[in-house]
């Protein structure tokens, strides 16, 4: 069982910053991918970053690439969402989300087995 607590969303001016932090707890050890979605008003969810637990590999949607940067403090069992140079586009609820059952860095938001409860991120223009 991993529950997940997500912080650091809000408003922001267009190219702006904001770091998102999703801490989880449980039973870690099988935490094996873990990834940051996202959800606009009538959009579906959509896949933003992932990083593996062990080793620290990511991958990114080309639509964040260069200005989103996914990492994880494995002390802490927190991965965090740094996220430069924000447009209007990037306005959304974003959710932090746990696989634990594959290393696979998939983007289908079914694949994986746990979810935060979203933080509001907008971006004003």
């Known amino acids: 069982q991993v529950q997940l607590v997500e912080s650091g969303g809000g408003l922001v001016q267009a190219g702006g910053s904001l770091r998102l932090s999703c801490a989880a707890s449980?039973?870690?050890?099988?935490?094996?991918?873990m990834g940051w979605f996202r959800q606009a008003p009538g959009k579906e969810r959509e896949f933003v970053a992932a990083i593996r637990w062990s080793g620290g590999s990511t991958r990114y949607a080309d639509s964040v690439k260069g200005r989103f940067t996914i990492s994880r403090d494995n002390a802490k069992n927190t991965v965090y969402l740094q996220m430069n140079n924000l447009k209007p586009e990037d306005t959304a609820v974003y959710y932090c989300?746990?696989?634990?059952?594959?290393?696979?860095?998939?983007?289908?938001?079914?694949?994986?087995?746990?979810w935060g409860q979203g933080t509001q991120v907008t971006v004003s223009s």
């Open positions: 449980g039973r870690t050890f099988s935490n094996y991918a």
């Open positions: 989300a746990v696989r634990g059952s594959i290393w696979t860095m998939t983007s289908n938001p079914y694949e994986y087995d746990y």
